[in-house]
C-alpha cells in the first residue's frame, strides 16, 4: 500500500512530528510512502532520509491553484491508496483538502482522502472535512470528542467518520536516571525550585499563556514562592510573552527555551505538566507524553482532553482562561503529595495501555487497509 500525507504547512508542531514518525513507523512495516508539502518545509527536511516521493510546491502561490499546482498534487495524488490530510487553517479561500478533492475528482483517481483533525475550529466549513462525496473520502478523528462533534454538527454520517487515537511513544517517553541527569544539564533551575510547572507548544494567543502566568503571579505571592514555569517552544508572541513576565515581575520564576524535539527531556526535569489554552484543542499529544513519563497535568477543559485528564486520577481540568482555578488546580495536585504520587502511577498505567503509538499505528495501518478493501 502507498500511504500519502498533505501537510500544507511550514510549522514544526506536534503534528507535524506525528507525521515524521508516522511515515517511519509505516515504512518499517513494509508499506509505500508519498510526502506531499511546501518546499523547505520542516516536514520535508525530516523526512529526507525516507524512502518516500515526495512532491513539493509553493506555499504562496497554491492559493492561485494554477495548472502547475494541480500538476504537482496530481501526480503525488496519484502515487497514493489513501491520502491523509491534516486540517489545516484556510488561507485566502484555499484549503488543503479540498484541493486534493478537486484534483482527485477531474483525475478521476481511486485516491482515498483522509482529511484528519483533532481540533474543532466552529468556523471551518463542513467541506474542509468532506470536500467531495463523488470521491473515495472519509474522516479520522483523534478525538472522541471531535468524532462526536463531526457527526453531531456538521452531519457527516457516522460511518465517514473514524475515531483512531494517535497515541505517544511509550518506550521513548519513559524516565530513567540517565535522562533525568541530561534534563538538569539542559534545563538548570534553582534548586530549590518546586514544584517546576512545564509548558510545551507554540506561544501563539490561542495556547493561553497569560492566564498561566496570572495564576503564577497569583502562587507566587502566597502558597508556593518557589514556583517556576518552564516554557519550551516558538511562535509569533514570543516577545510578547516575555514583556508580560518582566510587567508581573516573574523573571526569576518563568524560563524560556527554545523549542525541542526531544521533549521527553522537558518532562524528566518538572512536575505538572500545565496545558492553559484558551481554544483550539483536540488531543494534546503533550499531555499523554507527560502522562507517559509519570507527569500529572492540569489543563484547559477543552476538545477531547477529558479523555485523558481524569478528575483527580491523572490531574485537573479547568474553565478555559480561569486565572484564578488554574492556580487552585496547582496548588492542589503539589500540596497533596500522596495524592500527586497515585496520579503520577495512574497517568502512566493509562498512557502504556490506551495510548501505545506504535499499537496506534497498526490501528491507523489496519483502517487504512478496511478503507481500500471496499473500494
Same mark, same amino acid.
Given at each position: 500500500m502507498n500511504i500519502g500525507f498533505i501537510e500544507d504547512t511550514h510549522l514544526h508542531g506536534g503534528t507535524q512530528i506525528w507525521v515524521t514518525e508516522a511515515m517511519r513507523a509505516f515504512q518499517d512495516r513494509g508499506q509505500e510512502l508519498t510526502l506531499l508539502a511546501p518546499e523547505d518545509s520542516w516536514v520535508v527536511k525530516q523526512t529526507q532520509d525516507l524512502n518516500a516521493s515526495t512532491f513539493t510546491y509553493d506555499w504562496d502561490?497554491?492559493?492561485? %491553484?494554477?495548472? %502547475?499546482?494541480?500538476?504537482?498534487?496530481?501526480?503525488a495524488l496519484d502515487n497514493c491508496d489513501v491520502a491523509i490530510c491534516t486540517v489545516h487553517p484556510p488561507r485566502e479561500g484555499f484549503h488543503c483538502s479540498v484541493f486534493a478533492a478537486r484534483c482527485i475528482r477531474e483525475a478521476n483517481l481511486s485516491t482515498h482522502l483522509i482529511p484528519k483533525t483533532g481540533t474543532i475550529v466552529p468556523e471551518y466549513l463542513r467541506e474542509f472535512y468532506r470536500p467531495d462525496e463523488n470521491i473515495n473520502s472519509s474522516v479520522i478523528a483523534i478525538a472522541d470528542f471531535t468524532?462526536?462533534?463531526?457527526?453531531?454538527?456538521?452531519?457527516?454520517? %457516522? %460511518?465517514?467518520?473514524?475515531?483512531?487515537?494517535?497515541g505517544v511513544d511509550v518506550d521513548r517517553f519513559t524516565p530513567s536516571e540517565a535522562s533525568h541527569v541530561e534534563a538538569l544539564k539542559r534545563y538548570p533551575l534553582p534548586k530549590d525550585a518546586a514544584p517546576i510547572l512545564g509548558s510545551i507548544g507554540s506561544l501563539e494567543h490561542r495556547k493561553g499563556h497569560p492566564v498561566l502566568f496570572e495564576a503564577i503571579a497569583e502562587l507566587v505571592k502566597g502558597p508556593l514562592p518557589n514556583i517556576h514555569l518552564m516554557l519550551a517552544g516558538d511562535g509569533p508572541d514570543e516577545e510578547k510573552l516575555e514583556q508580560q513576565v518582566h510587567d508581573l515581575e516573574l523573571d526569576d520564576h518563568i524560563h524560556f527555551f527554545p523549542f525541542t524535539s526531544e521533549p521527553n527531556y522537558v518532562f524528566e526535569r518538572i512536575d505538572i505538566a500545565v496545558l492553559p489554552s484558551i481554544y483550539k484543542e483536540g488531543l494534546p499529544n503533550v499531555l499523554q507524553e507527560a502522562m507517559a513519563m509519570h507527569v500529572p497535568v492540569v489543563s484547559s477543559n477543552l476538545g477531547g482532553v477529558p479523555e485523558i485528564v481524569i478528575e483527580g486520577q491523572t490531574g485537573y481540568a479547568v474553565e478555559p482562561g480561569d486565572s484564578q482555578a488554574l492556580a487552585a488546580a496547582i496548588q492542589k495536585l503539589w500540596e497533596d503529595q500522596e495524592a500527586y504520587k497515585r496520579m503520577q502511577q495512574a497517568s502512566r498505567r493509562l498512557i502504556a495501555e490506551n495510548f501505545d503509538k506504535q499499537k496506534q499505528f497498526d490501528a491507523f495501518l489496519e483502517h487504512f487497509q478496511k478503507l481500500t478493501s471496499r473500494q
Open positions: 502561490a497554491v492559493v492561485n %491553484e494554477q495548472p %502547475e499546482h494541480i500538476e504537482v498534487w496530481t501526480k468524532r462526536q462533534y463531526l457527526i453531531d454538527h456538521y452531519k457527516i454520517p %457516522e %460511518e465517514f467518520v473514524a475515531l483512531v487515537y494517535q
